[in-house]
């Protein structure tokens, strides 16, 4: 399958613990993003990355938040100190910047409990 | 600040029935729009795409028009199966350097046999 891979699928940890996330785009997409959604709620854009590079972030992603894309392929999603709040989908997606659509394709969500 | 909103919230059809979702967005400046559709705990799926220089886009049976200038956007789903029942959510995109899809809240579809 050659789409957007997230890794883990669920995580359930207690507050406090530090949690990582994993996304793998599809390959050869220079641009890849984060997103958080809650229940009920459309996705919230967190931050993107074209490359190795951090381009832009929300106001939304905390210090606790920290995203990497070391060598422009995967990207990982770290959360520090985890809260309550901060139980939601984790949706990561990817796309190739280059030509006229930029389309976003999403991978299935990596679903955070925090008790 | 882009603001996406989408009604009805909710919607209950019996198969076969045609319909239309609603997308509305405040700054007409935008690059795209995207409809997905999400399924219940999972990712969202593309459907359509329509560049900010176009009307509207077919795949079988959806259809998506984009009025920029008004700010509003509509799916049209011609005769709905069970299949379709899910969330349907419309995002823009606020130009070409790739960040910040603004999503709508999403209407919940249920289409009943």
């Not at chain 1, 929300?58 to 995967?74: C, I, T, V, W, Y």
């Not at chain 1, 190739?96 to 679903?111: A, K, M, N, V």
Request: glycine residues 8%; proline residues 5%.
């Amino acid at each position: 399958d050659t789409g957007v891979s997230q890794d883990p699928r669920h995580k359930i940890t207690k507050r406090g613990q530090n949690v990582t996330f994993r996304c793998d785009p599809i390959s050869e997409h220079n641009r890849l993003y984060w997103y958080r959604q809650t229940l009920g709620q459309g996705p919230e854009f967190l931050t993107y990355f074209q490359n190795e590079a951090q381009l832009e972030k929300s106001r939304l992603l905390s210090d606790r938040f920290s995203a990497e894309r070391p060598k422009g392929s995967f990207s990982t999603l770290e959360i520090q100190r985890t809260e309550q709040g901060d139980s939601a989908m984790y949706l990561c997606a990817s796309s190739f910047g280059s030509g006229s659509s930029y389309e976003q394709y999403f991978g299935p969500g990596t679903r955070l409990t925090v008790t | 600040k882009q603001e996406v909103t989408q009604i009805p919230a909710a919607l209950s059809v019996p198969e076969g029935e045609n319909l239309v979702l609603n997308c509305s967005f405040t700054d007409s400046a935008i690059y795209n729009l995207q409809w997905f559709r999400q399924d219940p705990g999972k990712g969202l799926t593309s459907l359509l795409l329509i560049q900010s220089s176009q009307r509207e886009q077919t795949s079988g049976r959806l259809n998506a028009s984009l009025d920029k200038s008004s700010g509003r956007s509509t799916l049209y789903i011609a005769a709905s199966q069970p299949g379709d029942s899910a969330t349907y959510l419309c995002a823009v995109r606020r130009d070409n350097y790739g960040q910040n899809f603004v999503f709508g809240p999403g209407t919940r579809l249920s289409v009943l046999p």
